[in-house]
């Protein structure tokens, strides 16, 4: 048993939030803090637009975990409000107050302050970004520190991010913290030089905190949980003859490798695929219609729909670039979607080319084209890749998920800490 955890996460994702309720149920959450959450038996949810309803919904918890919660939406509230009338300048500068950045750093300013006036044993659990004040006052309170970097480490990404502004100038502006400040990158430094222990959710994260300067902290691998596993994962099919089908789900950004996919389009014979895009765009749609005139843009979905469009694909394309752990592989992968994807998508342990997908180099087109044409070309083996598909993700339980993050936690605290 831990001593009780203080968790926090501005946005409240699909993983901080499958923890949250773990540690609820198991009786060891003090409080879980982030932005917003949303009552799903509220009216306001009638009246408002479908994808912003959606979207909220996300962050809907059970009435057991509602009594640990505490909220600090108005940030939040503005940077989605700006986002949905399309104010994208007014809420990506790093100086506005209703920045990604602003909602992070106010929340964990807000979890500090609860930190010191409730100074008892226990565990501070916070994420890259909002944890450097609320670490600082864990210290001085005596709480284990744990530190969850759900994506590759920054220096890693930095590097990444400067050899793709040269590769596709015009794709930079979606390479989201390609000009992060050096104050905002110290901050991250601080965060982890200050954990007792780091949690992240693939080797390929691993690999990037061995490698910079935060190299020697405790690390623990957990992988993410996944949804449950489809039962019939050979939907009704068209002709066999048609198009393959090809779905793409993400943030339209060249960190999701997407100016690769469409050059590997390109490589492609006329006709053979459609090619179906999910995801929030970064730049105007007419940006990515010129680059892949081809492409049926979706727009935003809420999940549900996601892993239906999942069902009825043939193939998920991901050649990201920077990942943690790409938790819509898994996805895919649970409602039987062979998936090609490169080894900087965190999922290595997952994949077994030939059987449920390929995984190809970063910055690597015609090994796209290559694998895409094989997909054409063995219409008839795709069925025995989907029953495959199912089966490799069929034990990642997202109460595995948090239970491995107890057990991390247990295995890196002194004794001292726990008793």
Same mark, same amino acid.
């Given at each position: 048993?831990? +001593?009780?955890? *203080?968790?926090?996460? %501005?946005?409240?994702?699909?993983?901080?939030?499958?923890?949250?309720?773990?540690?609820?149920?198991?009786?060891?959450?003090?409080?879980?803090?982030?932005?917003?959450?949303?009552?799903?038996?509220? $009216?306001?949810?009638?009246?408002?637009?479908?994808?912003?309803?959606?979207?909220?919904?996300?962050?809907?918890?059970?009435?057991?975990?509602?009594?640990?919660?505490?909220?600090?939406?108005?940030?939040?509230?503005?940077?989605?409000?700006?986002?949905?009338?399309?104010?994208?300048?007014?809420?990506?500068?790093?100086?506005? +107050?209703?920045?990604?950045?602003?909602?992070?750093?106010?929340?964990?300013?807000?979890?500090?302050?609860?930190?010191?006036?409730?100074?008892?044993?226990?565990?501070?659990?916070?994420?890259?970004? #909002?944890?450097?004040?609320?670490?600082?006052?864990?210290?001085?309170?005596?709480?284990?520190?744990?530190?969850?970097?759900?994506?590759?480490?920054?220096?890693?990404?930095?590097?990444?991010?400067?050899?793709?502004?040269?590769?596709?100038?015009?794709?930079?502006?979606?390479?989201?913290?390609?000009?992060?400040? %050096?104050?905002?990158?110290?901050?991250?430094?601080?965060?982890?030089?200050?954990?007792?222990?780091?949690?992240?959710?693939?080797?390929?994260?691993?690999?990037?905190?061995?490698?910079?300067?935060?190299?020697?902290?405790?690390?623990?691998?957990?992988?993410?949980?996944?949804?449950?596993?489809?039962?019939?994962?050979?939907?009704?099919?068209?002709?066999?003859? #048609?198009?393959?089908?090809?779905?793409?789900?993400?943030?339209?950004?060249?960190?999701? #490798?997407?100016?690769?996919?469409?050059?590997?389009?390109?490589?492609?014979?006329?006709?053979?695929?459609?090619?179906?895009? *999910?995801?929030?765009?970064?730049?105007?749609?007419?940006?990515?219609?010129?680059?892949?005139?081809?492409?049926?843009?979706?727009?935003?979905? %809420?999940?549900?729909?996601?892993?239906?469009?999942?069902? $009825?694909?043939?193939?998920?394309?991901?050649?990201?670039?920077?990942? #943690?752990?790409?938790?819509?592989?898994?996805?895919?992968?649970?409602?039987?979607?062979?998936?090609?994807?490169?080894?900087?998508?965190?999922?290595?342990?997952?994949?077994?080319?030939?059987?449920?997908?390929?995984?190809?180099? *970063?910055?690597?087109?015609?090994?796209?084209?290559?694998?895409?044409?094989?997909?054409?070309?063995?219409?008839?083996?795709?069925?025995?890749?989907?029953?495959?598909?199912?089966?490799?993700?069929?034990?990642?339980?997202?109460?595995?998920?948090?239970?491995?993050?107890?057990?991390? *936690?247990?295995? $890196?605290?002194?004794?001292?800490?726990?008793?």
């Amino acid at each position: 048993m831990i +001593p009780p955890v *203080i968790l926090s996460h %501005p946005t409240a994702n699909v993983f901080s939030l499958a923890l949250a309720e773990h540690l609820a149920a198991s009786g060891t959450l003090d409080s879980f803090w982030t932005s917003l959450v949303w009552d799903k038996t509220s $009216h306001a949810g009638k009246f408002m637009p479908r994808k912003l309803r959606a979207q909220l919904e996300r962050r809907a918890v059970s009435p057991r975990l509602r009594r640990l919660v505490h909220t600090h939406p108005s940030r939040e509230i503005g940077r989605l409000f700006l986002q949905r009338l399309g104010l994208n300048m007014l809420h990506r500068h790093s100086r506005s +107050p209703f920045s990604t950045q602003a909602v992070y750093t106010s929340l964990d300013r807000r979890v500090a302050d609860w930190i010191l006036k409730h100074p008892s044993p226990g565990v501070v659990y916070a994420y890259e970004d #909002g944890a450097a004040t609320s670490f600082h006052a864990a210290a001085q309170t005596g709480r284990f520190r744990v530190y969850d970097l759900p994506i590759a480490y920054w220096e890693l990404r930095k590097s990444i991010y400067d050899t793709e502004a040269q590769r596709y100038p015009d794709w930079k502006e979606t390479l989201q913290g390609a000009d992060d400040s %050096p104050y905002k990158l110290a901050r991250k430094t601080q965060e982890a030089l200050d954990a007792d222990l780091i949690v992240c959710p693939s080797d390929f994260v691993k690999d990037s905190i061995v490698q910079s300067k935060v190299g020697a902290k405790p690390i623990a691998v957990v992988p993410f949980g996944s949804p449950l596993s489809c039962q019939d994962p050979n939907p009704a099919s068209p002709d066999i003859g #048609g198009p393959l089908r090809v779905l793409f789900v993400a943030s339209l950004s060249q960190r999701k #490798g997407l100016a690769d996919l469409f050059e590997a389009i390109k490589l492609l014979p006329k006709n053979s695929i459609s090619f179906q895009v *999910i995801g929030s765009l970064l730049k105007p749609l007419k940006f990515y219609l010129s680059r892949c005139p081809t492409m049926d843009y979706l727009g935003t979905m %809420p999940r549900t729909a996601v892993l239906d469009a999942m069902r $009825h694909s043939d193939v998920l394309v991901l050649p990201s670039l920077a990942e #943690g752990r790409a938790l819509v592989i898994q996805e895919a992968l649970s409602q039987g979607l062979p998936v090609i994807v490169t080894p900087n998508t965190g999922v290595s342990d997952l994949m077994i080319d030939g059987e449920n997908g390929f995984t190809v180099p *970063i910055r690597s087109p015609q090994y796209i084209a290559d694998r895409l044409n094989w997909f054409c070309e063995n219409r008839n083996g795709i069925p025995a890749m989907r029953m495959r598909s199912v089966d490799s993700v069929r034990n990642l339980s997202w109460d595995r998920y948090a239970s491995g993050i107890v057990n991390s *936690i247990e295995n $890196h605290m002194p004794r001292s800490c726990r008793d």
